[in-house]
C-alpha cells in the first residue's frame, strides 16, 4: 500500500484539520473517508516589529481520544487539498513527537505497573514471613469470661 496523503480539510465547524487518508478527496459526495492523526490548524497573528505576522500553531483535533483513526462523513468536508510541503514537514515531525511521547508514557506506566506489582510481592512475602514468625498465644491457667 502506498503513503497516506497529507491533506488540509476545511470543515463545515470552521476547522482546518491537517490529516493523513488514503483517501483522495476528489469526489466529497456523501460518504465515509478515514483519517488518521489529525491536527487542528490554528492561526495566530504574531506582533513582529512595527508587523503582524500570521503563524500557525497545530494541537490534536481529539486531545482526549485513545484513537487515533477517525471515520468522519464527507458531508462535513467543504474543501479538502494537498497541503504546502513546508507545513506538511511541520505536521510529521509534530505526529512523530506526539506518537513518541505517547509510546513513553505508555512505557513509563508499564514500569510503574511492575513496580507496583514488585512492591506488592515484597509485602506479601513480609507478611508472610511476619506471620510464620509469629508463636501462637500461650494459654494460662485461666480463662475468663
Given amino acids: 500500500m502506498s503513503n497516506p496523503n497529507v491533506k488540509i ?4 465547524s470552521g ?3 491537517v490529516c493523513k487518508t488514503f483517501d483522495e478527496c476528489k ?3 456523501d460518504r465515509n473517508i478515514l483519517i488518521s492523526d489529525p491536527v487542528i490548524l490554528n492561526q495566530i497573528r504574531v506582533p ?6 500570521e503563524s500557525y500553531i497545530l494541537s490534536p483535533w ?5 484513537a487515533n ?3 468522519i462523513s ?3 468536508i467543504i474543501v479538502a487539498t494537498d497541503i504546502k510541503e513546508t507545513l506538511r514537514s511541520n505536521y510529521i515531525t509534530f505526529v512523530d513527537a506526539t506518537h513518541d511521547m505517547e509510546d513513553s508514557e505508555d512505557e513509563e506506566k508499564k514500569s510503574l505497573d511492575k513496580l507496583e506489582e514488585i512492591v506488592d510481592k515484597f509485602i506479601n512475602t513480609l507478611e508472610e514471613e511476619h506471620n510464620e514468625n509469629k508463636e501462637p498465644p ?8
Avoid at 480539510?9 to 463545515?12: A, Q, R
Avoid at 513582529?48 to 505576522?53: K, L, T, W
Avoid at 481529539?62 to 485513545?66: M, T, V
Wanted: charged share 35%; hydrophobic share 35%.
Fill in 69 to 71: 483513526v477517525f471515520e
Fill in 138 to 145: 500461650k494459654r494460662r491457667g485461666r480463662t475468663l469470661h
Fill in 48 to 53: 513582529r516589529g512595527d508587523m503582524i505576522v
Fill in 15 to 17: 476547522e482546518d484539520i
Fill in 74 to 76: 464527507t458531508s462535513h
Fill in 9 to 12: 480539510l476545511k470543515l463545515t
Fill in 27 to 29: 469526489d466529497l459526495k
Fill in 62 to 66: 481529539s486531545a482526549l481520544s485513545a
